[in-house]
């Protein structure tokens, strides 16, 4: 049954981008100048969603890939570059390689409603690495994203903590990490918002769990949040 359970919610998870409203449709013609540092928080949130699912290190050349994604079910009121009362989402596909020295490098990237996103970074485990019932793991990481849209273009750095319990099944974990992120407006119907830029520094954090119902296999859901903003992410994949 749980098999059954988690094969169905791989399914919505993988279906869910589908089906989604375009949530970049308007930026140009809504965005105002109180809205481009909501809009650009909200973007933060989404690209840096879902980068861990573990504090565990890979191990010398272990991988993992996966399919994941960072959503809001509504854009905060003062955001007026996303549509309103619409489910925000920005999936992206990431691959990990374990290296040396407890360190992972990761790579991720996808094209969304004309939205592009590429990013990256690295991960080092400064736990020791222990399979046992409840062990601690803990991990520090850095990443970095750059998206582009015909309407305007991002960046975004983040740096945090995240840590797992081990779990045969499920298995807990939660973190924090301050995030930069930039807006450049390339397109407004306000023309004195073209080439218009801002900044916003945050916290972000997350707490979720990783359910593992087959040995490799791995699906995730969490609720991560910035100030005045809760998001969600999930994830599925395979991990060796």
């Avoid at 013609?29 to 699912?53: E, R």
């Avoid at 296999?217 to 910035?226: I, P, W």
Wanted: charged share 15%.
């Amino acid at each position: 049954m749980l098999k059954k359970m988690t094969f169905a919610a791989m399914l919505a998870v993988m279906a869910a981008p589908a089906f989604a409203v375009d949530p970049f449709d308007g930026f140009a013609a809504n965005i105002t100048n109180d809205g481009l540092k909501p809009f650009a928080s909200d973007m933060g949130l989404l690209m840096n969603s879902a980068i861990n699912h573990s504090g565990r290190s890979l191990g010398f050349s272990g991988f993992d890939v996966g399919v994941r994604s960072g959503a809001i079910l509504e854009p905060r009121s003062s955001d007026t570059g996303l549509k309103p009362s619409t489910v925000a989402e920005v999936p992206v596909v990431q691959g990990e390689i374990g290296m040396p020295f407890s360190m992972d490098g990761f790579i991720r990237g996808f094209n969304y409603n004309g939205l592009t996103i590429a990013g990256g970074g690295v991960k080092w485990g400064f736990t020791e690495v222990s399979d046992k019932p409840f062990a601690f793991r803990g991990m520090l990481y850095a990443a970095g994203h750059a998206a582009t849209h015909k309407d305007f273009s991002l960046t975004s750095l983040a740096v945090g903590a995240v840590g797992s319990f081990q779990g045969d099944v499920i298995e807990p974990y939660f973190s924090a990490a301050c995030t930069r992120t930039r807006l450049d407006v390339e397109d407004a119907d306000d023309p004195t918002l073209v080439g218009a830029s801002v900044t916003v520094v945050e916290p972000q954090f997350t707490v979720g769990f990783n359910l593992k119902p087959w040995r490799f296999a791995y699906l995730t859901l969490a609720a991560n949040a910035v100030p005045s903003k809760i998001g969600a992410e999930s994830s599925l994949g395979i991990r060796f």
